[in-house]
Antibody, heavy 119, light 107 residues
Framework: QARLEQSGAEVKTPGASVTISCKAF????????IFWVRQAPGQGLEWMGA????????SYAQKFQGEVTLTRDTSTNTTYMHLSSLRSQDTAVYFC?????????????WGQGTLVTVS | ETVLTQSPGTLSLSPGETATLSCRAS???????LAWYQQKPGQAPRLLIS???TRATGIPDRFSGSGSGTEFTLTISGLEPEDLATYFC?????????FGPGTKVDI
């Protein structure tokens, strides 16, 4: 059974940066995209970016260009999301999710989410 | 960017009733590229339906999806108490992928 496990909650001050990890279990890591989605308190879902684990190719939503960096480590089946220059508006739960290569964007499995509080 | 609008914002129903949730797109979405997700309080979203009408593994058949073009519907027949959640539609045929604002179902 595929599973994504994210790192724990973070509390950061404005201007700092944060890195969240997303470790994959139960499937071939390189065969699926990893997407990152943000959910501000009481709000909807917002796509931030995606990475192809096999090649490391990334794609970012325009809003997050220059602020988000996605990387991966194929030796540990882990994807990382680095968010810089944090502001209070970045307080949110951040999710990673798996998407098949044949249907990028279809988010089949989700991590449990990581709460980032900027205060 | 394809903007998705969902209605109603909140739906209050009793167990056993049928919930009809609407998702409208600002431009045509291919039927292959429309999904619905369920998010229970404090949990991550879960894929319910992909390709407009295909239930994900383990999803009960009381959940059904339909629609085409710019109008899509999620129907929950015979509501159960555990269906209390917010439901999001999503299109993944166009970049960026976008989500609707969600419909909250109160049981």
């Amino acid at each position: 059974q595929a599973r994504l496990e994210q790192s724990g909650a973070e509390v950061k001050t404005p201007g700092a940066s944060v890195t969240i990890s997303c470790k994959a279990f139960g499937y071939i890591f390189s065969d699926y995209y990893i997407f990152w989605v943000r959910q501000a308190p009481g709000q909807g879902l917002e796509w931030m970016g995606a990475i192809t684990p096999k090649s490391g190719t990334t794609s970012y939503a325009q809003k997050f260009q220059g602020e988000v960096t996605l990387t991966r480590d194929t030796s540990t089946n882990t994807t990382y999301m680095h968010l810089s220059s944090l502001r209070s508006q970045d307080t949110a739960v951040y999710f990673c999710a798996r998407a098949p290569i044949r249907l990028p964007g279809l988010l089949e499995y989700w991590g449990q989410g990581t709460l980032v509080t900027v205060s | 960017e394809t903007v998705l609008t969902q209605s109603p914002g909140t739906l209050s129903l009793s167990p056993g009733e049928t919930a009809t949730l609407s998702c409208r797109a600002s431009q045509s979405v291919g039927s292959k590229y429309l999904a619905w997700y369920q998010q229970k309080p404090g949990q991550a979203p879960r894929l319910l339906i992909s390709g407009t009408s295909t239930r994900a593994t383990g999803i009960p058949d009381r959940f059904s999806g339909s629609g085409s073009g710019t109008e899509f519907t999620l129907t929950i027949s015979g509501l159960e108490p555990e269906d209390l959640a917010t439901y999001f539609c999503q299109q993944y045929g166009d970049s960026p992928v976008t989500f609707g604002p969600g419909t909250k179902v109160d049981i």
